[in-house]
C-alpha cells in the first residue's frame, strides 16, 4: 500500500513540473508540420502590426504558441532559403547560392545534391512518414524533386509561380497588375509527373491545403507519425485567390492572399484538433524571405524593418514566426534569436531523431526555449549571405554591414562600408541611426567574426549557374 502511495505521490510532483514547464512532456510530439510562406514580409500579418489585414487563425495561433521577434533565414531570395532549412546548412556549404544567378530557373540544370540529407531524409530513419506540399525551388529535374530527397510524396509547383511566362504576356511588370493564369506556364506536380499545366493559381492555395488536411488524417489512420512540409507558393507575385477571398480584405488584393493563407493555417490546425493530434504535432509558421518591395502593394510590407526581399537589411531576412504545439510548447513572446537554419536540430530533438554526423550544420536546437525551460535561445550570431558573400553580422544586439544593396535591385552594385555601418537592433530595429563611430572596438569583434566564419567555409559545388 505504501509503495502504490509513492508511486502515485512520485507521478503527481512530476505532473506538476511538467505543467510547470520544468520537465518536457513524457510524450514528446510525433508530428511536425511546416508552413512556409513565399515572400511574406515582417509586418504582413495583424499579429505582427498589419493594421488592415486579418488574421485571426495565425493571431490565435501566436496566442496559443510562441511568437519569435527575431527569427532569420539565412539568405534573402528563395532557393539557397529553402535550402538552409531542408538541411540546416548555410547554403554556401552545399552550393545553393550564387552571386551569378541568384534562384534556379526552368532552364537551370542544377540542384541541391543527393548527398546533402534534408529534413525528411532524417526523419525517414526514424520511420516516418514524409510529404511536401507547394512550392519546392531546390530543383525541377528528377534527381533533385522532393521525392529524391526523402519525400514520399509530392504535390506542387517546382519553381517560382512567375516563372514559365509565356511570349504573349504582357511585358514586364504590367503582366503583374491584372494576371490571368495563361500569362504562366508553371506545371502543377504530383511526385514526378505533371498532372496540370499552366498550374490554376485561383485554387492552388486551397488545393495545398485540402492535400494537407487529407495526409493529416491519413496518417493518423494508419498511425504513422508524419512530417508536412507545406510551402506556399504566395504572396509571391503574380497574386491569385479563390473566389472565396476575392475583394475580403481592405489591404486589397495581397490581403485578400494573406487571408486565404490564414484561413488555411487556420484549416490545418482545427484538422489537428478533430483528429486528436494536436498535443502531439508541432507546426511552425514562418516565410522563407521579405516582402518585394518593387511591386509596391502587390509586394507587402516589412513593418518597421529596413528594406525586403533581396537585402540584408532587417526587411529582407528578419521573418514573421510561430511555434505552435500545445502539448509541447509553452505560450509566450521570444525576442531571443532563431533561424531555419535552427529547424533540422529542433525537429531533431522534438523527435528524438538522429542529427547527422557527418558534416557540418549550422543550427542550435531551439527545444528548450519552445518547452520555456530557458529563455535564452542557444544562438547569439548570424550572417547575412547576399549570394555568395557575407554582407553583414548580427552578434548580441549589434549588427555590422559590410555591403549592402537596396532590395533586388542592381545586383552587381553593391556599396562597401568601412568602417562597417553598425546598428543596435535592440535600440534601433529600423537600422536607421549608424553607432559605428562610437563604438569601434564592437566592428573590430564582428569583423574578426566575419573572418572566422568565412575561413571555416568549404563552399560547395555552385549548383545555381549550371545551364
Known amino acids: 500500500m505504501k509503495k502504490k502511495r509513492y508511486v502515485n505521490l512520485t507521478l503527481f510532483v512530476l505532473n506538476c513540473l511538467v505543467l510547470a514547464g520544468l520537465l518536457p512532456a513524457q510524450d514528446s510530439p510525433k508530428n511536425v508540420i511546416v508552413i512556409f510562406a513565399d515572400d511574406l514580409g515582417y509586418g504582413d500579418l495583424a499579429c505582427f502590426g498589419h493594421p488592415a489585414i486579418a488574421t ?12 519569435w521577434t527575431s527569427f532569420y533565414v539565412a539568405a534573402c531570395v528563395c532557393t539557397p532559403s529553402r535550402a538552409a532549412l531542408q538541411t540546416g546548412r548555410y547554403p554556401i556549404r552545399n552550393g545553393m547560392c550564387s552571386s551569378r544567378r541568384r534562384v534556379l530557373f526552368p532552364d537551370s540544370k542544377g540542384g541541391l545534391p543527393q548527398a546533402e540529407i534534408t529534413i525528411a531524409k532524417m526523419l525517414k530513419t526514424r520511420g516516418y512518414a514524409t510529404h511536401a506540399i507547394g512550392k519546392w525551388h531546390l530543383g525541377h529535374l528528377p534527381e ?49 509527373k505533371i498532372i496540370e499545366r499552366p498550374a490554376n493559381q485561383h485554387t492552388i492555395t486551397r488545393r495545398f491545403t485540402e492535400e494537407a488536411v487529407k495526409l493529416i488524417q491519413v496518417n493518423k489512420k494508419e498511425k504513422k507519425p508524419f512530417f508536412i512540409y507545406l510551402a506556399h507558393n504566395l504572396p509571391h507575385v503574380p497574386l491569385f485567390v479563390s473566389n472565396e477571398f476575392t475583394d475580403r480584405s481592405r489591404a486589397g488584393l495581397y490581403g485578400d492572399v494573406i487571408e486565404e493563407i490564414d484561413w488555411s493555417v487556420g484549416t490545418i490546425l482545427k484538422t489537428l484538433r478533430e483528429e486528436n493530434l494536436a498535443d502531439d504535432t508541432l507546426v511552425i509558421f514562418t516565410s522563407d524571405n521579405g516582402p518585394w518591395l518593387t511591386f509596391n502593394t502587390h509586394g507587402g510590407s516589412a513593418g518597421l524593418l529596413r528594406d525586403g526581399k533581396g537585402s540584408t537589411w532587417e526587411g529582407g531576412m528578419r521573418e514573421p514566426t510561430i511555434f505552435w504545439c500545445p502539448g509541447l510548447v509553452k505560450p509566450g513572446i521570444v525576442r531571443e534569436m532563431g533561424s531555419t537554419l535552427d529547424l533540422m536540430p529542433t525537429i531533431a530533438s522534438v523527435t528524438d531523431t538522429k542529427l547527422p554526423q557527418n558534416r557540418e550544420l549550422d543550427g542550435f536546437d531551439l527545444k528548450p526555449v519552445l518547452l520555456g525551460q530557458t529563455g535564452k535561445s542557444p544562438r547569439d550570431e548570424m550572417f547575412y549571405y547576399h549570394g555568395e558573400e557575407v554582407f553583414a553580422v548580427r552578434k548580441g544586439e549589434f549588427k555590422a554591414h559590410f555591403k549592402t544593396k ?37 566592428t573590430s ?23
Request: glycine share 6%; no cysteine.
Open 144 to 192: 533533385y524533386l522532393p521525392t529524391s530527397h526523402g519525400y514520399d510524396s509530392y504535390f506542387g509547383i517546382p519553381y517560382s509561380n512567375d516563372m514559365d511566362a509565356i511570349r504573349n504576356a504582357p511585358k514586364g511588370k504590367a503582366k503583374f497588375w491584372e494576371p490571368r493564369i495563361e500569362y504562366w506556364n508553371v506545371p502543377l506536380m504530383r511526385d514526378e
Open 406 to 442: 537596396t532590395s533586388y535591385v542592381g545586383q552587381n552594385e553593391a556599396v562597401v562600408h568601412d568602417p562597417p555601418l553598425l546598428f543596435h537592433l535592440g535600440h534601433d530595429p529600423s537600422e536607421k541611426h549608424d553607432i559605428s563611430q562610437q563604438h569601434p572596438e564592437v
Open 445 to 467: 569583434r564582428l569583423a574578426a567574426l566575419k573572418k572566422t566564419h568565412e575561413a571555416g567555409i568549404s563552399p560547395g559545388e555552385n549548383q545555381l549557374i549550371k545551364r
Open 56 to 67: 485571426p487563425h495565425l493571431d490565435q495561433m501566436a496566442l496559443d504558441g510562441q511568437k
